[in-house]
C-alpha cells in the first residue's frame, strides 16, 4: 500500500524565530495516523526544526542538496551534511531550482543518485510550464523530465523515491489544476513508471500534487485515486492552514 504524504515546502521564507513560532504552532496538533507529514525549512533552520519535532511525527526534510559528495563548491550543502543533522529526504527538481538556478535534467539525475546512494528519501519534482499545455505537450515533457532526471535509477531504489507532479503555471498563482487534471497527469505517470519499472513499484510509489493546494481545495484534490498527498508551498507557511490539508484525507 502506497502511503499518504503531506509536505510543506517553505521555500525561503521564514528566518530562526519565524521557524521557531510555526513549529511550536505545527507542534499543537495531532497528526492522523493515515498520512506522514513532512516539512522542508531553509538550510540554516533544519537543525532547530529537527530539535522542535523529535518528539512528533513529523520529518523534517531538505529543499534541494549537492549532488558532491564534498569539496569547494561555495555555498552548497551535501548529502552527509543533510544526514548529520537529522535529514533523511531531500527535495529535488523543484521547478524554481529547474527555473533560476539551471537545473537540468542531467544535474537532477545526479542528484537523484547522489541522494540515493546515501541512503536518503528523495522526493523527485516534475511538470510543466503554461506554454507545454497550451501546445498539448504537456505529457511530453513530463516524460522527459522522468526519463531523463529520475528513470536512470535501479528498480532497488525506487522504494526510497516519492514523485511530486507539480505544474509550474499552478504554483504560487492561486490556480490550481483541476482534480480531473492532477488524476491524469498522475494515473500517466504511474502507468509511465509500470512500463520503466513494475506493477509493484508503480502500485506502491506515492505521487503528490503540488500547485496552489489549499484548505479549500485538497480534499477533492486528495480523493483522486492516483493523487496520494500533496507538496504545499504558500499553505504550509500557516500551520493552521497545513493541517486542515494534512486532514483533508
Ligand atoms: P504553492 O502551494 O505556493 O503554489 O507552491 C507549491 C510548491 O511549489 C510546493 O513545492
Redesign the pocket.
Known sequence: MRKNIV?G?W?MNNDLPQTESLLQDLKKHVIPENVSVMVAPAFTNLFQAFEYLRETPIEVIAQNMHQSKKGAFTGEVSAQMLKSVGVNTV?IG???RRAYFNETNAILAEKVSAALDSDMQVIF?FGEELNDRKQGEHLEVVNAQLEQGLFHIEESQMKNVIL?Y?PVW?????E?ASPDQAQEIHKYVREHVKRAYNTAIAENISILY?????PANAQEIFAKPDVDG???????LKAEDFMAIVNAF
Not at 503540488?210 to 489549499?214: C, D, Q
Not at 500533496?230 to 504550509?236: C, E, Y
Request: charged share 15%.
Open positions: 509536505a515546502n521555500k527535495i523543484h521547478s524554481e519534482c511530486a507539480e499552478a504554483i504560487g498563482t492561486g490550481t503540488g500547485g496552489s493546494v489549499k500533496g507538496l504545499i508551498g504558500g499553505a504550509a
